[in-house]
């Protein structure tokens, strides 16, 4: 098995230098997989112990320490994703991806005051777009690995069935269908600009209040889906509807009066951030078709937010009391 990050001449040293070549590559894969940054950091951690466990004689054994620790952390995310099911069935509210700022707005550093390490970046593209993750998570745990191996990082399905499991016939199939569920859930996107300036006009309307404007940005059907984890209040079903999704939105204005929204990259698309007093409580992501928007995602989860400037780690205490106060169809 090789990997693309994997030089094409000769054997990589299995060195800490060579090995610590591949993390950003297993980040990448395993957020890819998982929808969780956290999940993600704590499966490559497992990777690479289970290489520095093993003896120098069986590390010089394995040919690709690359292509090794992209087979063990495969493996390590398919168990995640089997479990995940379980955990994600007494999860308090709806479920969404963790949300992804652009590089350069990533924060320097953690809570903890661990800096972070640069190659705990996500490189954004559209297999990162909260569309298209939440369509992933649909799927079965064996559907995912296999698209995302495949049809992402372009993995053969003869290795691909060594981390899933299955015979490469029975890949083929499960990507097969798990491309099927893709292009069944895509309506033709808007040019990038066009998403941008949807946004804009959707965070000014919001900003003044504009019912009208507001509606008219929506499509009629429109869904707003927001997570909380059950911390800072939880919301516990979609809202659906463009009538209801904005009276949402200015009932939240209303009870945060020092709001501020901003433009963000949000997992590679244009999409909104509040901030309340300074700290970011929510971050918005949006699916927009023509000229509607179809979807919004609101992440509130504080542990969702971490790579965020503001994050999760300044809400302390009074994040969560602000959540408590919170009706069951605010988006905040």
């Not at 098995?1 to 610590?20: Q, V």
């Not at 994600?88 to 350069?104: A, D, S």
């Amino acid at each position: 098995m090789t990997t693309p990050s994997e030089p094409g001449h000769g054997r990589p040293d299995p060195g800490l230098s060579a090995l610590m070549n591949e993390r950003r590559q297993l980040i990448n894969l395993a957020y890819r997989l998982l929808g969780s940054l956290a999940d993600a950091e704590d499966v490559v951690q497992e990777t690479y112990a289970r290489w520095y466990a093993m003896s120098r004689q069986q590390q010089d054994a394995i040919a690709s320490p690359g292509a090794w620790l992209t087979k063990v952390a495969g493996r390590l995310c398919l168990n995640v994703l089997s479990s995940a099911r379980a955990r994600r069935e007494t999860y308090v509210g709806e479920w969404i991806p963790e949300p992804l700022p652009e590089p350069r707005e990533w924060i320097t550093g953690r809570p903890d005051g661990i800096s972070v390490d640069p190659a705990d970046r996500v490189t954004l593209d559209e297999s990162i777009n909260m569309a298209f993750l939440v369509v992933l998570d649909s799927m079965t745990p064996a559907e995912r690995v296999a698209f995302i191996l495949h049809d992402v990082f372009r993995y053969p399905f003869a290795e691909v069935a060594e981390i899933v499991g299955r015979t490469p016939a029975a890949c083929r199939q499960l990507a097969s269908s798990a491309r099927r569920r893709i292009h069944a859930s895509r309506a033709p996107a808007a040019p990038a600009s066009r998403q941008a300036g949807i946004v804009r006009d959707f965070k000014q309307a919001w900003e003044a209040k504009d019912i009208n404007a507001l509606i008219g940005l929506l499509d009629p059907d429109a869904t707003a889906t927001a997570d909380g984890g059950g911390v800072v209040g939880a919301v516990l079903r979609p809202i659906e509807g463009a009538e209801q999704i904005v009276r949402s939105l200015l009932n939240l204005a209303g009870r945060l009066r020092n709001l501020t929204i901003l433009e963000r990259t949000v997992n590679g698309q244009p999409g909104l951030i509040a901030q309340h007093d300074g700290v970011t409580v929510s971050v918005y992501a949006f699916d927009i078709a023509g000229d509607r928007i179809k979807h919004i995602w609101a992440v509130r989860n504080p542990d969702k937010l971490r790579p965020w400037s503001g994050g999760a780690a300044a809400l302390g205490d009074s994040g969560t009391a602000r959540g408590a106060r919170a009706t069951e169809d605010d988006l905040s």
